[in-house]
Structures are given as C-alpha cells and as structure tokens.
Nanobody, 123 residues
Framework: QMHLVQSGGGLVQAGGSLRLSCAAS????????MAWFRQAPGKERELVAA????????YYADSVKGRFTIARDNAKNTVYLQMNSLKPEDTAVYHC????????????????WGQGTQVTVSS
C-alpha cells in the first residue's frame, strides 16, 4: 500500500504561482505513472497533467498548457505541479494520483490517491 501525501496549495491572486508536491511513502513510486487531477464545485473531475514513470513523457489538459508543468524526482519519491499564470478558473481541489500507465490514468484506473489540497485563485 503506497500513501501519497500532498503539500502546497492555498490562496493566490490571479497571475500568481503555486507549486504542489506529492510525496509517496514507497520506493515503488518509480513504478507508477503519476498525475494531477482537479475538481471544482459542481464540475466533473479533470485530468490536469500526467507524467510517465521515467519522467520523459508528459500530458497536459488544453486548459493548462503553457502555464502548468508536471515533474517528478524518483530519488525523492515526489511529483510536483508548478502552476504559473493562475486564473480564477483554476480554483479547485487538486489531487495527485498513481497508476500503472498514462493510459490507466486517463481511463480512471487509479491505484492510489493523494488526500487533496485546495487551490483558490482570486480575481
């Protein structure tokens, strides 16, 4: 059983930046593709960004391309989401997630979830 513990997030003005971190409890972290999802009130959960096991391949939702960057450090068992040029529509609860592959992440076959962290962007 792998635990994912998130940190970061909070309140920021539009145009600002935040960085989310997600630390895994197991060294098997490197065996998983990782992603960040978000869910705003009244909206469906959205896959924001994903990264392959070795960090070479990444995926971004159109809504965040050019503004968000996903990265991972397998030596530290941690995945990050750097969020720049934040907009009020980025306000949501953000969750990190682990799955066997990018395809599994995009089809909802998630093995582990982080606890979630609130990101609020004021206008």
């Amino acid at each position: 059983q792998m635990h994912l513990v998130q940190s970061g997030g909070g309140l920021v003005q539009a145009g600002g930046s935040l960085r989310l971190s997600c630390a895994a409890s197991e060294r098997t972290f490197g065996s998983y593709a990782m992603a960040w999802f978000r869910q705003a009130p009244g909206k469906e959960r959205e896959l924001v960004a994903a990264i392959t096991r070795n960090g070479v391949g990444t995926y971004y939702a159109d809504s965040v391309k050019g503004r968000f960057t996903i990265a991972r450090d397998n030596a530290k068992n941690t995945v990050y989401l750097q969020m720049n040029s934040l907009k009020p529509e980025d306000t949501a609860v953000y969750h990190c997630a682990a799955a066997q592959t990018i395809a599994a992440l995009t089809t909802g076959r998630i093995d582990y979830w982080g606890q979630g962290t609130q990101v609020t962007v004021s206008s």
